[in-house]
């Protein structure tokens, strides 16, 4: 059963517009989210991390929100760039970080 | 330049053949990690390591093998490859575990015939 799940495997959002990508998580120990992009035949690369103590975190134009009780956060991308179009993954830590999983990614694609 | 370096990045073997994929970094970080993605799965933690001879099983340790003799290496064994192993592989390292930015490789695809 996955612990990490984001339930839409694919977005298609035009250029400009505000892309919202979707995480769910079902182990309340978790305390640490993090997100990452993934280009074709690259290595997954960080995004932006939000700590449990907080429920907003900000990095130009990347913002995520945690809403702990509901136990989901979602990625904010205002405004969107074609650069951005990538798959997105969701990961979250827990145990001092020696618990770390990731969701099975959404593929975000910004039209011109 | 930071940088985490797997190798090989391509690789076709046949069954039962044993490979070693290597991976190295450059930024002097405890903890490092091998992850399979298959599609629709994401991400699987194969191993992991917090430091120097210290590793320990991720969610699908079964056909694998890890070790951590130095602090910037962190290869991965599969000493008798099946084709269920066929799959996008990625190391990565952080300074510590999962609550800091991981830093990952290209990635090697491995197809076990």
């Known amino acids: 059963d996955q612990q990490v799940k984001q339930n839409s495997p694919s977005l298609s959002v035009q250029e400009g517009r505000i892309s919202i990508l979707n995480c769910d998580y079902t182990?309340?120990?978790?305390?640490?989210f993090l997100w990452y992009k993934k280009y074709p035949a690259e290595g997954p690369t960080f995004l932006i991390s939000?700590?449990?103590?907080?429920d907003k975190n900000e990095d130009g134009r990347f913002t995520v929100f945690l809403n702990k009780s509901a136990k989901h956060l979602s990625l904010h991308i205002v405004p969107s760039q074609p650069g951005d179009s990538a798959v997105y993954f969701c990961?979250?830590?827990?145990?001092?970080?020696?618990?770390?999983?990731f969701g099975p990614g959404t593929r975000l694609s910004v039209l011109p | 330049e930071a940088q985490v370096t797997q190798n090989p990045r391509y690789l076709i073997t046949v069954t039962g053949k044993k490979l070693t994929v290597t991976c190295s970094q450059n930024?002097?970080?405890?903890?490092m990690s091998w992850y399979r993605q298959d599609p629709g799965l994401g991400l699987r933690q194969i191993y992991y390591?917090?430091?120097?001879?210290?590793?320990d099983k991720g969610d699908v340790p079964e056909g694998y093998k890890v070790s951590r003799k130095e602090k910037r290496n962190f290869p991965l064994i599969l000493e008798s490859p099946s084709p269920n192993q066929t799959s996008l592989y990625f190391c990565?390292?952080?300074?510590?575990?999962?609550?800091?930015?991981?830093?990952f490789g290209q990635g090697t695809r491995l197809t076990v015939v």
């Open positions: 939000i700590s449990s103590i907080k």
């Open positions: 182990n309340s120990m978790f305390d640490y």
């Open positions: 930024m002097n970080h405890e903890y």
């Open positions: 990565a390292s952080s300074v510590r575990g999962g609550d800091t930015e991981a830093f």
């Open positions: 990961a979250a830590s827990g145990n001092y970080g020696q618990n770390f999983v």
């Open positions: 390591s917090m430091n120097v001879e210290v590793t």
